[in-house]
């Protein structure tokens, strides 16, 4: 082990669980300076990175020096952060349209070469677009110059959400849209049985299972929603009149909107608020954006890895667990190997195109032990963000990955490191959320306030303080999450 490596250390930033191809693909693009260059017009940069246990950690230097430099760049060149989003979607765009050629291949006659090559292309127009990842860090600069343009407010986090946000819907807002429709145009068919669809809605189900179901696939740990899965789903919004929902979501949208131009008006024409606010705005939006594109592309690509696992005689499932690497040279991982990284792994980068990687139990714990932050101590409360107002007492509801959706219940307290666009269903069930990370403007907090539950984020623990089955009270006037009463032991 390198000195170089036993000298660094890391600062966890999120818990995101992925597969090892996922992780390698975009540590492979983090780790090129010239994919920061390309798409953050950055020279001479690349952000170290540490993925492990779910956990993603960045050297704090190098996010601090990314954010730095970028605002300086703005401060120098208005419009050179807005300049950085349209390159990023350009390159988004690009990537998505190959993915979806690769999602409707043919590829029954296709050998495994030519496979492999299909798979080298997509994996060069992936990489270098994670560095998309790292753009987000912009939030946090730009939000706090929002909040000193807005001190002496009475409530600056409830400002800061009103003027943040987006003029852009997220794939997530539109796909809940679209599902609403479908559910209203059955409403107003008078259809109580859904086995029972006339052909034209099951076509409508099955096409917004083909479009949207990729939102599943986050991390490319769970398979895509099935038509199965979109009724089921559809079943959960017919106990309330979908039409009148339909249009008191686009009201709510409307007021937003509305809201948000209000509010920058009454706090007058500040040059500089009035150049914060589109950016913040943008970076709203942005955030989903990056995410979705990734996963959705990904799983764009699963008929690709598939027809490459078969021959290599491996499902697809086991060749998600492979390197890319390992893909391009047409390995044969053993199972022993493949039933290990499932277990455990871990990804570093230290230096350009320099990955070191392991699935071994002693190394990945020496690593940890060295260069992972230590776990804060438990007690039995939290504290975090307001992002929704209100106090309701539940069963809290641990989620982890995809997979743990169907533990909330009606009623329950949804505890995440951070809700996704597929943890809608789950949000729709719980009584309100509480989340380890996220600011004023992340997913959960827009949730929240569009579906009017109380929510408290930021609170850095939750997930490690609460168990399943915990009673709690989420008091969002305070921004304080306590146990009522311990789940019993197992």
Not at 265 to 286: N, R, T, W
Request: include cysteine; glycine fraction near 4%.
């Amino acid at each position: 082990m390198s000195e170089a490596l036993c000298a660094m250390t890391f600062k966890h930033i999120v818990t995101r669980h992925y597969v090892p191809l996922m992780i390698d693909l975009i540590v492979r693009g983090l780790g090129n300076p010239e994919n920061y260059n390309h798409l953050l017009s950055l020279q001479n940069y690349f952000l170290k990175h540490c993925s492990c246990q779910g956990k993603v950690s960045w050297d704090d230097a190098h996010m601090q020096e990314y954010c730095a430099r970028s605002m300086a760049e703005e401060e120098k060149n208005p419009g050179f952060i807005m300049k950085v989003f349209e390159h990023i979607y350009v390159h988004g765009e690009r990537l998505r349209k190959l993915s979806e050629g690769l999602k409707h291949e043919d590829y029954s006659k296709k050998k495994l070469p030519e496979l492999v090559a299909l798979f080298k292309e997509f994996s060069e127009e992936y990489s270098p677009f994670t560095v998309a990842l790292v753009a987000f860090l912009l939030q946090l600069p730009i939000e706090a110059q929002l909040r000193e343009c807005l001190k002496g407010r009475k409530n600056i986090d409830e400002d800061v959400a009103v003027l943040t946000f987006p003029k852009k819907e997220n794939i997530y807002s539109t796909e809940h849209d679209d599902l609403l429709k479908i559910a209203a145009e059955i409403q107003k068919q008078g259809i109580s049985d859904l086995a029972k669809l006339p052909a034209a809605l099951k076509k409508k189900v099955e096409k917004h299972a083909d479009t949207y179901g990729w939102i599943n696939t986050r991390g490319g740990i769970s398979a895509p929603w099935t038509p199965n899965d979109i009724q089921n789903r559809i079943k959960d919004l017919l106990s309330e009149d979908c039409t009148k929902k339909i249009k008191e979501t686009e009201q709510a949208k409307k007021e937003h909107q509305k809201q948000s131009a209000a509010l920058l008006k009454e706090l007058g024409s500040d040059a500089k608020m009035q150049h914060l606010v589109p950016i913040a705005k943008e970076l709203v939006y942005f955030r989903t954006y990056r995410t979705d594109y990734l996963t959705m592309t990904l799983a764009n690509a699963w008929p690709l890895l598939d027809a490459i696992g078969k021959h290599l005689g491996c499902s697809l499932q086991d060749i998600l667990y492979y390197r890319v690497d390992e893909v391009l040279e047409q390995k044969r991982i053993a199972p022993e190997e493949i039933a290990r990284r499932r277990k455990d792994f871990i990804f570093i980068l230290l230096e350009p195109h320099k990955i070191i990687f392991s699935s071994d139990p002693a190394e990945i714990k020496e690593l940890v032990k060295k260069h992972l932050p230590v776990a804060a101590d438990l007690g039995s409360e939290v504290k975090g963000t307001i992002a929704f107002r209100g106090k309701v007492t539940g069963r809290v509801a641990v989620l982890v990955t995809a997979k743990d959706l169907p533990k909330v219940k009606q009623g329950d307290i949804l505890v995440t490191a951070m809700t996704f666009p597929n943890f809608i269903p789950a949000m729709q069930r719980a009584a309100a959320f509480v989340t380890d990370e996220g600011g004023i403007t992340c997913h959960a907090a827009i949730i929240s306030r569009e579906m009017k539950k109380p929510c408290i984020i930021g609170t850095k623990n939750a997930t490690k303080v609460f168990k399943d089955g915990d009673v709690v009270e989420v008091d969002a006037t305070t921004g304080m999450v306590k146990i009522l009463k311990r789940a019993a032991a197992k």
